[in-house]
């Protein structure tokens, strides 16, 4: 069974890349991950606030995921060792390529350029076969508008792209108004990449003790149905490459975002919840799958179901609204 795709201009042996989490630092852990499987491996973030010295944001230490899953725990460095500054990120990136044959994406999460193009250049040299610029940003400043938002995020992704050789892929979030047109405009300035979505992780409020408590969940399937929507609006509208990221659970949700246009779909908390040897499972259903199915390549069935190929496009394009709507009935 052929499983080989193509991601940023890397030959994968398949589509199942492992995404951003504190999984790669534990270098055991990464050569679990590749006996298991992943096709590649995609560092978690180095946030712009690390860089610029300035002190970590709340963000950060959402997204470590610590203390969200009771079988994952022992996954997790506590946060002084999980935190890698500039300079160990780049050591853990050699490391890595040292101890795996799996191409080494690394991960920066800013908004602003500056320092932050300069450490693009760093991890390219640090030997990472590409980057994934995460535009983790909430637009809470009432005067900016969103052209203004969308403008600063633009020259960010030009900066990097043309100061380093290695592909660049760009991680946003869903909450744009005209998404496919900002997906246009990324690729104009050199990505090569779009990864979907972002998932806002929603801080709660202790109402006893007035503090705001960061929360973290992991991912689950019914995440997946926007993240399908726009791999299949946007599949073979614009010549990046999609990665589909968030409520990637097991083998049917990599066979749908493969049918929707995606190149590879990134996992994380299917491993989180499972250990590393998941994927291994994933493969082989995903394998089993397609045998029972008639498909012998991967490449017979990505973007099968895209928009220009799709029965029903309007069923993605409007989401049958009125239909679906309708469709519920009360339990009696």
Not at 175 to 201: D, H, I, Q, S
Not at 221 to 233: F, G, K, N, V
Request: hydrophobic share 40%; charged share 25%.
């Amino acid at each position: 069974m052929d499983l080989k795709t193509t991601y940023l201009g890397l030959k994968l042996d398949n589509p199942l890349v492992v995404g951003a989490s504190p999984m790669v630092d534990d270098m055991s852990m990464v050569r679990r991950l590749e006996d298991s499987g992943a096709s590649a491996i995609v560092m978690h973030s180095l946030f712009e606030e690390q860089i610029t010295g300035e002190k970590f944001a709340t963000i950060y230490h959402m997204e470590l995921y610590a203390e969200s899953y009771a079988e994952a725990m022992s996954y997790f460095p506590k946060n002084d060792e999980f935190a890698l500054g500039p300079d160990q990120y780049l050591e853990q990136i050699r490391r890595i390529k040292a101890a795996v044959d799996i191409p080494v994406i690394g991960s920066l999460n800013g908004t602003t350029p500056g320092g932050f193009t300069n450490y693009a250049k760093q991890i390219e040299q640090a030997g990472a076969d590409a980057l994934e610029l995460n535009l983790y940003s909430v637009a809470a400043d009432p005067e900016e508008s969103a052209a203004e938002t969308e403008k600063r995020m633009i020259e960010l992704v030009k900066s990097v792209t043309h100061a380093i050789e290695i592909p660049v892929a760009v991680k946003i979030s869903p909450f744009f108004t005209a998404l496919a047109n900002f997906a246009y405009k990324l690729e104009e300035v050199g990505a090569e990449g779009l990864v979907m979505f972002n998932r806002f992780y929603q801080p709660d409020i202790n109402i006893e003790a007035l503090e705001v408590k960061p929360t973290i969940q992991l991912s689950e399937p019914s995440e997946l149905l926007l993240r399908l929507r726009w791999t299949s609006i946007l599949s073979r509208r614009v010549g990046m490459d999609l990665a589909v990221t968030g409520g990637v659970a097991g083998h049917r949700e990599v066979i749908k975002s493969m049918m929707a246009g995606a190149s590879v779909t990134q996992i994380v908390s299917a491993l989180l919840r499972h250990g590393p040897e998941y994927l291994t499972r994933i493969k082989q259903d995903l394998i089993n799958w397609m045998d029972e199915n008639g498909y012998s390549t991967l490449g017979q069935m990505k973007g099968s179901m895209g928009l220009d190929r799709c029965p029903d496009p309007q069923a993605f394009e409007r989401a049958n609204y009125m239909r679906t709507l309708h469709s519920w009935t009360p339990q009696k």
